[in-house]
């Protein structure tokens, strides 16, 4: 209904108490600390350092490290588990995994081991195949390399000359009174592999040759051997390698067993982490701490009465907001309208002495969503979906409210469907299903003149919020003026193309001789307040302008029944004999899912305009920072009951 | 063959094939910034998805026109006879979504790119990204709605 009301909170406690008191709020979720800016810097006061006591040995456990532990244990098993399961945590199994520390620590380290192992063995096979696919060209070469070697009189060479080049090479070669010997041994991806023998005498003709054929030395790091040898070396070296990959594997499904021990841990530990993040933000003396915040004002009774039961020495101030304070957003709404809040915190939070504009935004998001997108079967299946999948994966938080807005929009859209008789596109029209009212497509002029309406309707809500915060803050006159004239102009101009047209052209001009009078007054001359005044009633033309935008409810709800009407219309052609239906069934399954992915983004995209420039352009004040209370975020864990945290 | 059935087709062609156009260069362009953008953070591809999806709107709003003047003029039935007067309306009546599709598509693709650099740096401000292009998709929406009405209400 509204923004909450806060207050600021101020407490004084022991330090022995302090993981208790924020375990305490963590659970409540709904107190924000503030940093703390410690004005007198005497030592008896200093910052809080984030440590805290409950679980001492867990400070040794980087979250990140665990997490990745996590994810590579994932790929060692498989464990069959519904879709949104959550580990079931109470007091005793928290416990029980708290005195496992140390060794699930030991696990996480395990694990981080077979991960370098692996990573050690890929690239060590990468490392053996590059100097098998080095040898093996060399294979037929039946002497060990060492041996290769220059005598008194010859020279003897192994190399390689690309295969464009090697028939010159070759020839070259055999040129009468050459005293050479050379044979081809193999072949390499682009060149083959020679052994070359010549007479010293032989050396300058030699060395012409060997450039012009781009001639290749070979060099034979790492063995000494047979090519052959090396080759059956390597190979064994790899299916060590191999049997090593196995071990790890083996080890890896071992430990898999406590993938859910950790899973707990990690949740554990994210947990306390948040609380540590607060802590960071108390000050401390060496036997007190001192934390200061906001919760909600109607939480106060609430909060006294946890903490009363934790210690005597506990003193807690709520005190209420000054006139200038800034204090942190939240909303509260009634569970239809708490799914929109979404929609408004993508655009961002009212300022604190601002409206919550959540319960005029969602009537006309869901209505303006519901057109666009309005096929009654496309509804049905987004609100089907949407229940499933928000009960099934236990959604919370903010990952719920989105599931609940896709239930909602699916309610709409089923509506305004029936209501166009748009099922599957124009599919219930085949079989006989009568709109409830009209179908767009037949009488557009009657969607048109809805849609105007709709959007004139939302426009002056709009105006009349405007007015209604102005009232609230006293401005009676800056109502009367900005909104109120504006509303005879406007009334006015509409009726004038009605039958009491007269009444209309007078609330008109009394509306625009109004406004050129007092949109003015803010101006310092007399001549400067009368052509603002005047400048003013241009922004008719913003409003007509803002009224025509409406347009595109009827223009995005025509694509999507004419995109339904496409593929329809394919599925009966195919279906009219009885060898090709068995293509318009995929044709009408696939073509519609495609419809409803690309429509409702379009809808959503184009609903969220409509309120973010239209209509929160008329009244909404901008800027508020979001309220972040301390509260248990978990990942693959529900939380049963308090104290297992 | 009749003139005017040849312009009802030329109007389908263009519409189709104009905003069609757009909107492969729009998405072709928002494309590259969110491959680029995924490259840093691969976990930013659902966000940056949508944000590529926006330009692509045009080609359907053209397809839909298209569609719609194939079904006034029953081509897939053996189509009906059409008055040169009446094609070239249909004709006319397919330039506001063909043309308007076509820059449309590439201005919208452009300021998709730009949101997807701002979803790059701020992605909690999703809500925000979407609006700008969405801005320009108004003048496409406009564009389809005056096609239509030509298309839709034509006397042939």
């Known amino acids: ?645 | 063959m009749e003139l005017g059935q040849v312009l009802a087709i030329a109007g389908v062609a263009l519409s189709v094939g104009l905003a069609g156009i757009g909107s492969a260069i729009g998405v072709g362009i928002a494309g590259q910034s969110a491959a680029g953008v995924v490259s840093e953070d691969p976990d930013k591809f659902g966000q940056t998805l949508i944000l590529q999806a926006l330009p692509g709107t045009q080609g359907i709003y053209g397809l839909l026109i298209g569609f719609l003047i194939l079904l006034r003029t029953e081509f897939l039935a053996g189509m009906i006879d059409v008055s040169p007067e009446a094609g070239w309306m249909l004709l006319f009546g397919a330039l506001p979504i063909g043309i308007v599709g076509l820059y449309s598509g590439i201005a919208q693709g452009k300021a998709s790119a730009a949101s997807i650099g701002l979803i790059a740096k701020r992605p909690e401000e999703q809500g925000k990204a979407i609006i700008f292009p969405a801005m320009v998709e108004t003048y496409a929406v406009l564009a389809l709605l005056a096609s239509f009405l030509v298309v839709w209400f034509v006397r042939l």
């Open chain 1, 1 to 645: 209904m509204a923004i909450v009301e806060m207050k600021k909170i101020s407490l004084v406690a022991l330090k022995s108490d302090k993981d208790k008191i924020l375990k305490i709020f963590q659970a409540l979720g709904n107190v924000e600390a503030i940093e703390i800016q410690s004005e007198d810097s005497k030592e008896i006061v200093k910052k809080a350092l984030a440590k805290s006591t409950s679980v001492k040995d867990a400070d040794l456990l980087d979250i990140s490290l665990l997490g990745r532990a996590i994810s590579t244990l994932k790929r060692y098993g498989y464990r069959k588990k519904p879709l949104g399961f959550k580990h079931a945590l109470s007091a005793d199994k928290s416990k029980e995994i708290g005195q496992k520390i140390k060794f699930l620590t030991e696990v996480v380290l395990e694990c981080q081991r077979l991960e370098d192992k692996l990573s050690d063995i890929r690239s060590g096979k990468t490392r053996l195949t590059n100097l098998i696919a080095q040898a093996e060209p060399w294979i037929s070469l039946d002497m060990p390399i060492k041996d290769v070697k220059d005598t008194k009189d010859t020279k003897v060479l192994l190399g390689t000359v690309g295969k464009d080049a090697s028939e010159t090479f070759e020839r070259s070669l055999n040129e009468p009174l050459k005293d050479c010997w050379f044979q081809r041994l193999g072949e390499t991806k682009d060149g083959y592999c020679y052994i070359l023998m010549y007479h010293r005498g032989l050396d300058a003709d030699m060395a012409i040759i060997l450039k012009e054929s781009a001639f290749n030395k070979a060099t034979f790091a790492g063995y000494e051997g047979t090519p052959k040898n090396a080759v059956e070396n390597y190979t064994k070296q790899i299916e060590a390698l191999d049997e090593q990959f196995l071990e790890v594997q083996k080890q890896g499904e071992r430990l898999y067993s406590h993938i859910d021990d950790l899973e707990i841990l990690f949740d554990l530990l994210s947990i306390k982490q948040d609380r540590d993040a607060q802590t960071e933000r108390l000050l401390e003396t060496r036997e007190a701490f001192l934390l200061r915040g906001w919760a909600p004002a109607k939480d106060e009774a609430l909060i006294r009465a946890r903490l009363e039961k934790v210690s005597e020495a506990i003193k807690i101030d709520f005190e209420d907001i000054g006139r200038d304070e800034v204090y942190p957003v939240a909303f509260r709404n009634s569970a239809l309208i708490r799914p929109f809040e979404m929609i408004t915190k993508l655009y961002g939070l009212p300022t604190h002495t601002s409206i919550d504009s959540n319960i005029h935004m969602a009537p006309f998001f869901f209505a303006f969503f519901g057109i666009m997108l309005g096929d009654a079967a496309y509804g049905i299946i987004m609100a089907v979906l949407g229940t499933y999948f928000t009960k099934k994966l236990k959604l919370k938080g903010d990952g719920a409210k989105i599931g609940w807005l896709v239930v909602l929009l699916g309610v709409a859209t089923f509506i305004w469907g029936a209501v166009f008789g748009s099922w599957f596109g124009d599919g219930g029209a085949r079989i006989g299903i009568a709109p409830i009212w009209f179908d767009p497509l037949t009488n557009p002029m009657l969607m048109l003149g809805l849609c105007f309406g709709l959007g004139f309707v939302q426009i002056f809500t709009g105006m009349a919020i405007r007015a209604w915060i102005n009232i609230k803050r006293g401005l009676y006159l800056d109502a009367f003026f900005d909104q109120g004239l504006w509303y005879m102009l406007l009334i006015g101009l509409v009726l004038m193309i009605t039958p009491v047209s007269v009444v209309g052209s007078y609330m008109a001009i009394i509306g625009a001789i109004g406004l050129v009078l007092t949109q003015g007054r803010s101006q310092k001359s007399i001549i400067s307040k009368f052509t603002t005044g005047l400048l003013s009633l241009y922004n008719v033309s913003a409003y007509l302008s803002d009224v025509l935008s409406y347009s595109r409810l009827f223009a995005l709800g025509l694509a999507t029944a004419v995109i339904a009407m496409v593929f329809n219309q394919l599925g009966a052609m195919l279906g009219a004999s009885w060898v090709t239906l068995i293509f318009a069934i995929p044709i009408l399954v696939v073509g519609h899912i495609f419809n409803i992915a690309v429509s409702a983004l379009g809808a959503y995209v184009h609903a969220s305009r409509l309120q973010y420039i239209e209509f929160f352009g008329k009244y909404f004040e901008g800027g508020g920072r979001a309220f972040r209370p301390l509260d248990i975020k978990t990942k693959f864990t529900e939380i049963l009951e308090e104290e297992a945290i």
